[in-house]
């Protein structure tokens, strides 16, 4: 934290507006007051709505692939994880939970039930590419082919691309309607690191874009590994990951570099009576972050499950359990479980109102810690994702 925090004058201004920082919000930050009272911003209920409200807004339709010849409207609400195959897996009567930190509320949890054709869904594909590009995953059965592992890659970034582009805008709006928050380093920082995410985002999917036309799947190395039973979750994400395994830092996410940082993809799929984990970087990455995957590889499968564990929640709000899962979870499981999918976005609401947003230095320190990806191997946490009947 504390880099990058100062504004400059001659900058686009953080607002969006397309005009320069000085010429736009920089006078309005320390003139304009909240727009949201007291009251507004002490009920959890009414932030979450705000928040919801300002992210609603942002939705937009697109088809990702570049050759827009053969697209085919509408854009379908597109599913990350297959709907028939893995959805169904882990659904019960055609219901899932989810983990959003926006469904915050005073009392309850935010994970909930919802329709199985409602989980995690974005819109980033037209009908004719959703189903013509992914038929391979969609379809065929899971044999750790290279064109597969490279769609579910694939699908994440296309996700996370359409996902980080409304972040932005969202935050963007917050600024337009809320100039005092610019006063807050920590909004500052945040909007920061959204923005140079956001850049590596759009290099990557130009990669796998060309890739895809090209046909050349062949441009990831992959960590791919079976587990004997069918778990009753699934996950699909992508990620910096900031440390080794010992806490070494492997990548400096707080970076300013120009340099794209490298990403690791990862999904885990339930299928017939078993799992496979599919971790992947680009082979061009590869070097950067080989002691990382060289440190996974070494684990046995009680250790993999614990790393993944604490990584999986750190790093997605894309896990979809089955509700028998989550029932079997004591509060107390439950509890730490979506304290870590909060992570640091979980007090946006103090952010706002330009309070200190942790609880205590202790949380706060957890969630950096967190952010880094330093995980306490000794350490098992309370909830177990791969725990089966
Ligand atoms: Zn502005
Ligand atoms: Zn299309």
């Known amino acids: 934290m504390g880099k990058n925090i100062k504004i400059n004058n001659s900058e686009p201004c953080l607002c969006g507006s397309g005009q320069k920082f000085k010429d736009c919000c920089k006078a309005k930050m320390f003139t304009s007051t909240t727009r949201y009272s007291e009251d507004i911003l002490n009920n959890p209920q009414r932030v979450n709505a705000i928040l919801q409200n300002m992210m609603d807004k942002t939705d937009f339709k697109t088809c990702v692939y570049p050759d827009k010849s053969c697209c085919k409207l509408p854009i379908k609400n597109a599913h990350t994880l297959q709907n028939n195959g893995v959805l169904s897996a882990v659904s ?99 909007y920061r690191m959204m923005d140079l995410a956001r850049k590596d985002i759009r290099e990557l999917l130009d990669i796998f874009n060309t890739s895809y036309m090209n046909q050349n799947f062949d441009i990831l190395y992959n960590y791919v590994y079976k587990f004997e039973k069918q778990c009753r979750f699934a996950v699909t994400t992508m990620y910096v990951p900031a440390s080794t395994l010992d806490g070494e830092e492997l990548v400096d996410i707080y970076s300013k570099e120009k340099d794209r940082l490298p990403s690791v993809f990862l999904t885990i799929i339930p299928v017939n009576d078993c799992s496979y984990l599919i971790m992947s970087c680009l082979k061009l990455d590869y070097a950067k972050v080989k002691k990382y995957f060289d440190d996974i590889e070494k684990l046995d499968e009680n250790k993999l499950k614990r790393f993944l564990n604490w990584t999986l929640p750190t790093y997605s709000e894309n896990i979809v359990l089955s509700p028998k899962l989550w029932e079997s979870w004591s509060e107390k499981a439950k509890n730490q479980y979506e304290r870590i999918v909060s992570g640091m976005g979980g007090d946006f609401e103090k952010m706002l109102n330009r309070e200190f947003p942790f609880e205590t230095y202790e949380d706060m320190e957890i969630a950096l810690k967190t952010q880094l990806g330093i995980i306490d191997m000794n350490n098992v946490p309370q909830y177990d994702l791969f725990l089966v009947e």
């Open 92 to 190: 019960e009567l055609e219901h899932v939970m989810v983990t959003d930190p926006l469904n915050k509320v005073r009392k309850g949890y935010i994970t909930r039930k919802i329709s199985k054709n409602k989980a995690t869904t974005f819109y980033g594909f037209c009908e004719y590419h959703d189903s013509y590009l992914f038929k391979d995953i969609e379809l065929k059965e899971y044999k750790n082919e290279i064109k597969q592992n490279f769609l579910f890659a694939y699908r994440v970034l296309a996700q996370e691309y359409h996902k980080k582009e409304r972040v932005i805008s969202s935050l963007q709006n917050c600024v337009k309607e809320n100039p005092s928050i610019l006063i807050s380093p920590i909004m500052v920082e945040n």
